[in-house]
Nanobody, 123 residues
Framework: QVQLVESGGGLVQPGGSLRLSCTAS????????MAWYRQTVGKQRDMVAS???????NYADSVKGRFTISRDNAKNTVYLQMSDLKPEDTAVYYC?????????????????WGQGTLVTVSS
């Protein structure tokens, strides 16, 4: 069983900062792309930032210059450092990863979602 567990959400004032963490656990052979998505009520889930295993990052235009994604492959963990937060950043943030699982010498790649962590930006 493979799972992703996020942490670090909470309430922050506009202009403040917050760091989200997401750790993968289970029978993991390797982890390829890791990403953060966010979703508000009634809207689709949108990609915020992603990072390849080699460290190449991509960002949504709305967060460029404010958010930084990073990962620690040894710890199977991805981070999202969020700065200069705005009320429109309020959402449930989800971690996503492509995780390779080796079973009977066959590598299966699973796309796994975390349970989500709420970020509220409000004064």
């Amino acid at each position: 069983q493979v799972q992703l567990v996020e942490s670090g959400g909470g309430l922050v004032q506009p202009g403040g900062s917050l760091r989200l963490s997401c750790t993968a656990s289970g029978n993991i052979f390797r982890i390829d792309d890791m990403a953060w998505y966010r979703q508000t009520v009634g809207k689709q889930r949108d990609m915020v930032a992603s990072m390849s295993r080699g460290g190449e990052g991509n960002y949504a235009d709305s967060v460029k210059g404010r958010f930084t994604i990073s990962r620690d492959n040894a710890k199977n963990t991805v981070y999202l450092q969020m700065s200069d937060l705005k009320p429109e950043d309020t959402a449930v943030y989800y971690c996503n990863a492509d995780i390779g699982v080796l079973t009977t010498d066959i590598l299966h790649t699973l796309n796994i979602w975390g349970q989500g962590t709420l970020v509220t930006v409000s004064s």
